[in-house]
């Protein structure tokens, strides 16, 4: 079936300007995860979505960071008025319903490479 | 103390010989483990997750942990130039939100 996917795949962007990448999970993946891959911080947690729950947003770095997930589905991270250190691949991953016997692997999308100029 | 820490490397073995990578965690209440492969440019793939300890086998893969020790490893048998990449470490810490984190990765070079 279709993995997680993820718009656009390449974003380049003037500083202080806002961005928006999509994600959409893995069909019936209820967990949808934020996660960002730069080269002097590895590959980093940002945020959390659990069907209708209310999100874990303890890994966004800063207020400038917000994330939505509308239906159940897809997710949307917003960043506002970007900085060159936002420069990134952001990543997006999705699991089955949380907990199911034991079942936590995670699986990601290809990635949205962020370039702020 | 990192959380996940593993070698970075480089490590080079030759084709057809047995890649060991490990990874050592701080949390002694974690439970899940994974390994996940990437290709440079590519996002990480999932190639093996352990939950329990001793091994387990996929292929010409195999995960091994040890919760005493706090300590996972993974073994690739017949190594292949195909399995060059960075093997990344990844663990869900007690008390998280199911998130993952990353061990820095080691980058495994396979020479033919």
């Known amino acids: 079936g279709a993995g997680v996917s993820q718009s656009p795949s390449n974003k380049v962007t003037e500083k202080g300007k806002d961005v928006e990448l999509r994600c959409d999970p893995i069909s019936g993946h209820t967990a949808l995860y934020w996660y960002r891959q730069s080269l002097g911080q590895g590959l980093e947690f940002l945020i959390y979505?659990?069907?209708?729950?209310?999100?874990?947003k303890s890994g966004l770095p800063s207020d400038r960071f917000s994330a939505e997930r509308t239906g159940g589905s897809v997710s949307t991270l917003t960043i506002q008025r970007t900085q060159q250190e936002d420069s990134a691949v952001y990543l997006c991953a999705s699991r089955s319903s949380a907990g199911t016997s034991g079942s936590y692997e995670q699986y990601f999308g290809p990635g949205t490479r962020l370039t702020v100029t | 103390q990192k959380e996940v820490e593993q070698n970075s490397g480089p490590l080079s073995v030759p084709e057809g010989a047995i890649a060991s990578l490990n990874c050592t965690y701080s949390d002694r209440g974690s439970q899940s483990f994974f390994w996940y492969r990437q290709y440079s440019g590519k996002s990480p793939e999932l190639i093996m997750f352990i939950y329990s300890n001793g091994d387990k086998e996929d292929g010409r893969f195999t995960a091994q942990l040890n919760k005493a020790s706090q300590y996972v490893s993974l073994l690739i048998r017949d190594s292949q130039p195909s399995d060059s990449a960075t093997y990344l470490c990844?663990?869900?810490?007690?008390?998280?939100?199911?998130?993952?984190?990353f061990g820095s990765g080691t980058q495994l070079t396979v020479l033919p």
């Open positions: 990844a663990v869900i810490l007690s008390g998280s939100a199911r998130q993952l984190t």
């Open positions: 979505f659990q069907g209708n729950s209310a999100p874990d």
